[in-house]
Structures are given as C-alpha cells and as structure tokens.
C-alpha cells in the first residue's frame, strides 16, 4: 500500500506540475515560483509614463492603465502558462512571497498616486514633470522585485545599485 500524503503535500499531479523543469519551460523561475512576465504589467506603465514629456497625449492611455494583482494579471494575459504561473506563485516560499509583494505594492501605490495626479493635472508640462518623478522611482524597484523573481537574497538587492546597472545595460 502506497504512504498516503500529508494534509499539507502536494497532490502528485500539483507536484507534477510544479516540477522544476515544468517551471523553467514555463519561464517561471523554480527556486521562487514567480514569473517576471508579471513585470510587464509595470513596465507598460513606465513606457506610457516614459512617453509623456515628448508625447503628452499619451497621458490619456496612462490613465487607463489599472492596477492588477499577480493573479489577475495572468488570468487577463496571453502567457501559455498562465495557470501554472498562478499555481506556483500560491505555492511560493511566504518569506519570497511577502519581498515580491510589498515591491509590486509599493509599485502600484506609486502608479496609482501619480494617476491621481495627472488626473487632476491641468497643463501637459506638470503632468510631464509627474511622469520624469515617477519614472525615476519606478525603475529601481522594477528591477528589484526582478531580482526577487530570479532568486536574489535581500542582502543582494539591497546592495545593488539598480538604476546603474540598468543604464549600463541599455548603454549596451
């Protein structure tokens, strides 16, 4: 007779599943169970945001972008994985889960104020400034909540400078 599982265990075909070469097939990183497709929910953002100075018009399609949660993101996306995606993110190591989150929290709060902002801002040049500011502050956090996706320690990201990291990359 087969060892029955724990309340607790994975069903065999959730581990299945979940295995880790399921998840790096899947982009979904196995060490964290997060997929950085989800990053492209902010970075829609920041290039709207981005746009802005040169293109004031494009304020408009900013202020149509709205928050989503890991989750939803993935049941809204086109991502072949979706499923799994949300799976592992919900089987994901809590203290990983808890990082990932307060950066996409802090993200989403910075996105929503700015929106706010904008909303009530009259003239295209303050609505410009609003986008610079916020660009500024978005990009490192982007870049750390990747670095959480792809498994660095708190330390790591900590020490990291991420918007010098990023501008030597894009100055490739």
Not at 29 to 41: C, E, G, M, S
Request: net charge negative.
């Amino acid at each position: 007779m087969p060892p029955t599982p724990s309340s607790s265990a994975l069903t065999s075909s959730s581990q299945d599943a979940l295995d880790a070469a399921t998840l790096v097939a899947a982009n979904i990183n196995p060490k964290t169970r997060l997929a950085t497709d989800y990053l492209n929910h902010f970075n829609e953002a920041i290039m709207l945001l981005e746009i802005i100075p040169a293109m004031p018009e494009c304020a408009e399609d900013f202020l149509r972008w709205e928050p989503l949660s890991y989750p939803a993101h993935f049941r809204q996306s086109n991502f072949k994985a979706r499923d799994l995606a949300i799976a592992a993110y919900e089987q994901a190591d809590p203290e990983i889960r808890t990082r990932f989150d307060g950066l996409c929290d802090t993200l989403t709060g910075i996105l929503t104020a700015i929106h706010d902002a904008m909303s009530e801002a009259t003239q295209a040049s303050t609505r410009a400034r609003l986008a610079e500011q916020a660009t500024g502050w978005l990009k490192p956090l982007v870049i750390q909540a990747g670095g959480v996706i792809n498994g660095a320690s708190e330390a790591q990201a900590e020490e990291a400078e991420p918007q010098s990291d990023a501008d030597l990359i894009m100055s490739a």
